[in-house]
């Protein structure tokens, strides 16, 4: 075997989750080769793609490790593992120091945005990423490898493993047009899970695939998870839930109406009916919970958001990119009428329906009884306002995957596990093709960059440690 195919370490996806295990592993003295699908370049991964913020759960990821804690816990209701939630907790600020030092330019831009990408990608409506953080910190994690010895090889496929023997593992890779055998001593899986296979969407999160926005760069389509489980791995937490969010429908067929502006405070203070005019689903558990409920839907282009003019005002003007007037000028649909019967028309929903459904809503609001809705309406962590001054709005929605939170079952130090919770020897995984941090039935979103950062170095240090 050519000495070049064998090595201490492979990682499979140069995403951060694989960029972060590869110079940590590096770093700490090992020889490490990273195969890499894509063949440009740059090229596309989420990472490349990212808004670039570093968080959990929303909060400041160098907040102390109780807080951080606290805050993943109850975001997904006791459904995150507890060994990696306090993984996370503990690493993510250790994560932010660590990728300074590799020469990672953050900024911060108030509140819980402290540690962005340099440069911001969230500059406006539509997709920017060519120079922007995710793509600087790639090239930048990139040229520090090959500093160190390690080599990121373009145009390498992945297609299977082979743990037969116990010493290391073997990989079938599909590399220039043929399959070529890489040897090593430890394989860690960093592949960005499946949020572009329709195949495994239908199968967990929703009936109908081709009906969702691919709000990610369409490189994580399942390799991992699938290669994974044919060695007897096992599959964990948040399979049926995923990272996205809700976005205008014509984003179906305007790439300037994703993956910004998406809707979320207008979800939040307004309501989501489907094509019966109904609501569905509890708004106030906020705009990615909302986005896997449009997804769980017979039809997810069904669904649409209606509100008033204060909210338009409000928070329709005040969010990140927000939709107003960011839906108007990317050429966003936005039906306005001056009474709810006329908007029902517009929206093309029975008209006695959405006013009843409007009215409740009202009703609960002011008598403070939004918990006997049905569905209900919780109001602790997003305050939502009454439709009931005109001009009165709608918009046709779409929802957007971005990535999947569950995937491969991993203990804290990323081992891969098998079905009985034991490490599968030799084998790791990292990033956004792992599970058991984010999901639940709160559809607890934790944050991207913080999971695939920390369980990339901490795969690296079990790896060194051995
Ligand atoms: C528009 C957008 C905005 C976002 N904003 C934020 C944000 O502000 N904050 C946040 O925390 N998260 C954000 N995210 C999510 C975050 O960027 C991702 O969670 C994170 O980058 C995932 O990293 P990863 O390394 O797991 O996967 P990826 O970056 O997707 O990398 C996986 C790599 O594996 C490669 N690969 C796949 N299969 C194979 C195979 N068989 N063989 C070899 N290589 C393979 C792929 O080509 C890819 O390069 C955003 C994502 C998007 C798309």
Known sequence: ????????????????AGLVTANRAAQLGKKVVLLEKGTDEKYLCNSRWTGGTFHVHFTDPLADEEKLLKVIREATDGFATEELAQALAVDSPRLIKWLRAEGVQMIHMGGYHSCILAPPARTGPGLEWEGRGGDVMLRRLEANLVKRGGRLVRGAKVLALDVAGGTGVGLEVLQGGESVRYEAGDVVIADGGFPAD???????????????????????????????????????????????HLLSRDAMNNNRLWPRPYLDALVTAGIVINGHGERFADEGNGGVYMANSVARLQDPLSATLVFDHA????????????????????????????????????????????VKQVSDYNSALRAATTASLKPSRRTDRHKPMLIDVGPF???????????????????????????????????????TCT?????????????????????????????AQA
Not at 407 to 418: E, F, P, R, T, Y
């Open 198 to 244: 329709h195949d495994l969407i239908r199968q967990y999160i929703s009936p109908c695939p081709e009906k969702i926005l691919r709000r990610n760069a369409g490189a994580g389509t399942g390799d991992g998870l699938r290669m994974a489980v044919a060695v007897g791995a096992g599959l964990t937490g948040g399979l049926d839930c995923f990272y996205g």
């Open 393 to 431: 709005y709608a918009i046709p929605l779409c929802t957007g995957i971005t990535h999947v939170m569950g995937g491969i079952a991993i203990n804290a130090s990323s081992q891969v596990l098998d079905k009985a919770g034991q490490p599968i020897a030799h084998l790791y995984a990292a990033g």
């Open 311 to 354: 909210a338009w005002m409000g928070p329709g003007a005040n969010s990140i990119i927000p939709a107003n007037p960011h839906l108007i000028n990317g050429g966003g649909t936005l039906h306005k009428a001056e009474t709810i019967e006329a908007l029902a028309a517009l929206i093309g929903v029975p008209a006695a329906t959405l």
């Open 1 to 16: 075997m050519k000495e070049e195919l064998r090595s201490e370490v492979v990682v499979i996806g140069g995403g951060i």
């Open 435 to 463: 599970g058991g941090i984010e999901g639940g039935p709160a559809i607890g979103y934790i944050g991207g960059l913080s999971k695939s950062g920390v369980t990339g170095l901490r795969a690296a240090e079990r790896i």
